[in-house]
């Protein structure tokens, strides 16, 4: 039994030895959106926000990577929803939402070819900050009476932490730091603190990330 624990040990060492750690830098422009419930929603708008960040992987063998990485993030989205106020009367109003987290996404890569990889794994985002601006127009026997425009942070209505799956492909430019890849985000923790309204978080994204 010490034999077989030892030669595991040994081989163990050497395959940890013989792996590649590289660090890098990425970037990316992402397109998010807000799932929701509980609102009376018309319209779900989708819109760009961008993230930067430091990246580690880590390589055991070529066929197979371990790709940890931290960057910030702004993501924005915009819901347009109607409020009645009687039978003929109607509220309407378009919400604008920044939301800045902190993204640590933890992927396992598999190379089908040589350059090319598809990715899948956990993600923890850690939220920074949320703002909301809202467009609100009031219509009266289908007239238009006021327009009001305000702004609120209303980080304290949404949740401290997201957490949910991220997966994508990549190509890596032969002989060369340089990559891309595209990637989808889907939330599992609903998002706001109102037990009537369920938010979640969605988002796709190009990127490109340079390894020293």
Do not use: C
């Amino acid at each position: 039994m010490k034999k077989i624990l030892l030669a595991f040990l040994m081989i163990l060492t050497v395959q940890i030895a013989s792996a590649q750690i590289r660090y890098g830098v990425k970037a990316s422009a992402n397109y998010s959106a807000i799932i929701s419930e509980g609102l009376p929603v018309t319209d779900r708008i989708w819109e760009w926000g961008y993230d930067v960040g430091i990246m580690g992987e880590y390589e055991f063998v070529h066929q197979f990577r371990i790709q940890a990485e931290a960057s910030f993030a702004l993501y924005t989205s915009a819901l347009e929803f109607n409020i009645p106020l009687s039978n003929t009367d109607v509220n309407k109003t378009r919400s604008h939402f920044e939301l800045y987290y902190v993204n640590i996404p933890v992927v396992a890569k598999y190379y089908v070819l040589k350059n090319f990889n598809v990715f899948l794994g956990p993600q923890l985002m850690v939220k920074l900050d949320a703002i909301s601006y809202n467009e609100s127009t009031l219509y009266v026997n289908g007239q238009k009476v006021s327009e009001t425009n305000t702004s609120s942070n209303v980080s304290r209505d949404i949740n401290a932490v997201d957490f949910g799956a991220v997966g994508g492909i990549g190509y890596d430019l032969p002989n060369s730091g340089l990559g891309f890849n595209a990637r989808y985000y889907i939330g599992f923790i609903d998002q706001h603190k109102n037990d009537d309204i369920k938010f979640h978080n969605t988002n796709v994204s190009v990127g490109a990330s340079y390894k020293f």
